[in-house]
């Protein structure tokens, strides 16, 4: 298998635009961020998504 790297570069650099920023308290996370995430690696990763489960 042949793997590109700009498309692993593509990937890494879609995940880094989401502030996934957490703290000790719950207050000022920003859960939007975390969601969005959540959907874009869902988006990028569908065979993955489809053959795991979440926890």
């Not at 498309?7 to 635009?17: A, E, P, Y």
């Not at 207050?27 to 489809?50: C, M, Q, W």
């Amino acid at each position: 298998m042949i793997y590109d790297n700009s498309v692993f570069l593509d990937h890494l650099m879609g995940m880094i635009k989401f502030p996934t920023v957490s703290k000790v308290d719950d207050i000022g996370v920003d859960s939007n961020a975390f969601f969005g995430l959540h959907r874009y690696l869902e988006e990028t990763y569908p065979v993955v998504h489809k053959m795991m489960k979440k926890t």
